[in-house]
């Protein structure tokens, strides 16, 4: 285990990817900054002002923590706010550290998957 396993230093960024959910989304390379703590309580701060929407706030924060991506638009929160839903969900909660990237070349989007989805 290294540092990076437990602490967030400035200046550091990780490699994640998304997989393709077969009729949902294409796969997604990224490189990203993770959010600290401070972040995500700036975050929710902003998430709960009156007249700003969830997704706009999400949009803001990924955009923030995007060094780079393998779509061709630019990241900005007005194209962040444009992905796929489950996508930008995906790539919000591992930005926020709450889930885990997908390893490359990780197949998803079985048919049962896709199913379940539909239920």
Not at 46 to 66: C, D, E, N, S, Y
Not at 67 to 96: D, G, N
Request: hydrophobic share 40%.
């Amino acid at each position: 285990m290294t540092d990076s396993d437990f602490f967030i230093d400035d200046g550091y960024c990780e490699q994640g990817h998304i997989a393709a959910l077969a009729g949902v989304h294409g796969p997604l390379d990224f490189v990203y900054r993770p959010m600290i703590h401070a972040d995500k309580e700036a975050y929710y701060e902003q998430a709960k002002r009156p007249g700003v929407r969830p997704t706009v706030a999400i949009a803001h924060f990924v955009a923030q923590h995007l060094h780079q991506w393998s779509l061709s638009r630019p990241i900005v929160a007005a194209e962040v706010e444009r992905l796929r839903p489950r996508l930008l969900e995906r790539l919000f909660y591992i930005v926020m550290g709450e889930i885990a990237s997908d390893l490359p070349g990780a197949a998803k989007g079985s048919d049962q998957e896709a199913s379940d989805l539909k239920n």
